[in-house]
């Protein structure tokens, strides 16, 4: 971990134009990743997501940080199809290997620049194999995804994504004990992993999951005989979740709020989002629940 991880002081991302970008991104993402961060002056997301990158980015040697400015550099940003900012590219063996746009949260940065570490050259490109682990998990397919990520830590034993894909699989076979005992075995370094982080959160909703599993059938029946009955509707949603059926789980919540927000000190809302950072904010479900949130929180 410490080969890759260092708490060394922020420094300025490199200011990328034509004239450079060729040296410092496309030669460059040959021995190591190198993010690009679109912006513009006149953008205040751009100023939010900015430290945001350079606190990240920070930690870790194998990642280089560049910014390019769109107004100053239109024609590159044509290229690239950046359509709004901030727009995060990031660069391995001179090829986009993910992005994202608009500000994002620390949590989801963190992921980004931890996949693209882990993609960087000179380590072991596990990133099909984390993409089959994540679509196997998402279709309920916990053996096949556990045979992708047991294979991904075998090729690269500190990859926290691939950790943290391990421990889901045997969250989602009713594992919890064992899911704790390899938690409780990783270093501190990779415990405060964001991934792990939302794996522990995962683990904490399936075992308050377990005291309700029994009751799905009848939390759903209460549900529907009595739609206002807020209380059963949250306990469905954890059942729910627990069993796997995460976008039903947040499906009840976002009803919920919007029958009553403040129903008990707006305790679906904080039941919502702690599914969000168990599943991982940039899951497609979550991704979809937050817009609904924000659709009936801002209409």
């Not at 059938?217 to 209380?231: F, R, T, Y």
């Amino acid at each position: 971990m410490s080969s890759l991880i260092d708490q060394k002081p922020l420094k300025s991302p490199i200011d990328v134009t034509a004239e450079n970008i060729m040296t410092e991104v496309i030669e460059a993402s040959s021995e190591q990743a190198v993010i690009v961060q679109f912006w513009a002056p006149w953008c205040g997301p751009c100023k939010q997501l900015a430290p945001v990158l350079e606190k990240v980015c920070a930690k870790y040697k194998n990642v280089k940080l560049t910014k390019i400015n769109i107004d100053d550099n239109q024609e590159i940003a044509a290229q690239m199809r950046v359509q709004s900012v901030p727009t995060v590219f990031g660069f391995v063996n001179g090829q986009p290997a993910d992005g994202f746009a608009g500000a994002q949260p620390e949590s989801a940065v963190t992921q980004f620049v931890e996949r693209l570490s882990e993609a960087a050259p000179g380590l072991a490109d596990i990133s099909a194999l984390l993409e089959s682990g994540a679509a196997a998990l998402a279709q309920n397919d916990n053996n096949a995804a556990m045979q992708a990520y047991q294979q991904a830590l075998s090729l690269s034993p500190e990859s926290a994504e691939a950790m943290a894909g391990f421990i889901r699989c045997l969250i989602a076979l009713g594992e919890h004990d064992e899911a704790q005992a390899v938690l409780d075995q990783l270093d501190d370094d990779m415990q405060k992993k964001s991934v792990i982080q939302d794996v522990l959160a995962a683990l904490t909703v399936a075992k308050k999951g377990i005291e309700l599993g029994s009751e799905t059938g009848e939390l759903e029946q209460k549900v529907i005989d009595n739609p206002l009955d807020l209380q059963a509707r949250q306990d469905y949603a954890i059942a729910l979740f627990a069993s796997g059926a995460q976008a039903e789980a947040m499906g009840q919540l976002l009803e919920s709020i919007k029958i009553d927000d403040s129903w008990q000190e707006n305790a679906a809302r904080t039941q919502l989002v702690e599914f969000f950072t168990a599943l991982g904010h940039m899951h497609p479900d979550v991704i979809q629940a937050r817009r609904k949130l924000s659709s009936y929180l801002f209409s």
